[in-house]
């Protein structure tokens, strides 16, 4: 399997983790708990199945900075997150810097 489709595969893990977060409590509802551990599974198993063809740095950037940009617009769109021009030049840079790291491998 392509390793940059495994890579996006656990980004997508990664974003539903980290929304289940948000919506676990503090780990005291069940089910969205346990999609946090399922999620976060997911990403991470996915994470180490693309770094045996991707290298460390250029797999990790993607994504984390993926997952931060991906995580902060589900913040804005879904749990109606304040939106700034500050945020969206943050996560403008975020995006970019995936892209370039893409680019440099």
Do not use: C, H, R
């Not at 890579?7 to 289940?20: D, K, R, T």
């Amino acid at each position: 399997m392509n390793p940059y489709l495994i890579l996006a595969l656990s980004i997508i893990a990664e974003v539903f983790g980290s929304s289940m977060l948000k919506l676990s409590d503090g780990f005291k509802k069940l089910y969205p708990t346990i999609g946090v551990i399922v999620g976060f599974g997911l990403a991470f198993t996915g994470l180490a199945l693309s770094l045996e063809q991707i290298p460390l740095g250029t797999a990790y950037a993607m994504w984390a900075g993926a997952g931060t940009a991906l995580t902060s617009m589900i913040g804005i769109l879904v749990y109606k997150e304040s939106v700034n021009i500050q945020k969206l030049a943050g996560l403008t840079g975020i995006i970019l810097g995936v892209v370039l790291m893409k680019l440099a491998v």
